[in-house]
């Protein structure tokens, strides 16, 4: 996304320019945050990006008081004056303070979803990883490791052998009619996730919340990646173990999440002013 010499961020409910961003962004203080999709200019699964974000700042005891309809409008507010469409929107809460701004969002194209993409592990563990905690130190390695290896995404493995969830990503596994993710308690909860679940527990397919250890894989038909950014993207490869791209399952939860999506963006999109 370029940025416009008229772009705004918004900080404690003001827009400013958004030259103004670099002054936030070496703050020492712990960063709650959330990065949310827009579509049309209408934030994807909002209600779940602003329960996660309270719950949170919750965790660590956070003092800022946040009130919800004025925080929607300031939101929805910074989307309409910069004539935000299809980007991503990252907010920030530190101290008692509120950054929101666009960011730049790489989306899948259409051959990664038709042939898969490529993953391989990694030993690594997100700090405390059931909060939404900025660490762009270690997103930074994690990223630079990813692209030293080649790969589209790497899946992380714990100090027990588990893989856990992906440095960005969330992770299922398929096997059967069957779905595999780990644990809430190991991961981060991923609102792409939480979606595909109802859609899942909807279609009455069975659900096994356990990790999965790296030699299993092979037990596997199908997995997939799942994140704000990327919906639901096919695995080709894990390492050297290959993968069905086209199972059916996972093809039948890939058109029923874009169906969702579009139920859902009918349904808010008078609140957001479209």
Known sequence: MQTRTDETISFNYQLIPCTNLKDFLTTRYTIVYEAIRLIEGIPLFWEGHWNRLTNSLDAIDSKIILQKEKFEKNLALLITQNEYLNTNIRIEIFGENILMYAISAVYPILSNYENGVEVNFINAIRPNPTRKILRRSWAKMMELKINNSGVFESLMINDQGLITEGSHTNVFFIKGNTLYSADESLILPGITRIEILHIAENKSAPLVYIPVIPKDVINFDAAF???????????????????????????SLMLDFQDHIRYELADVKTKWGK
């Open 225 to 251: 990646l799942c994140a704000t950014s990327l919906h639901i993207l096919p695995i080709s490869k894990i390492n050297e173990q290959s993968f069905d791209i086209n199972n059916d399952l996972m093809r």
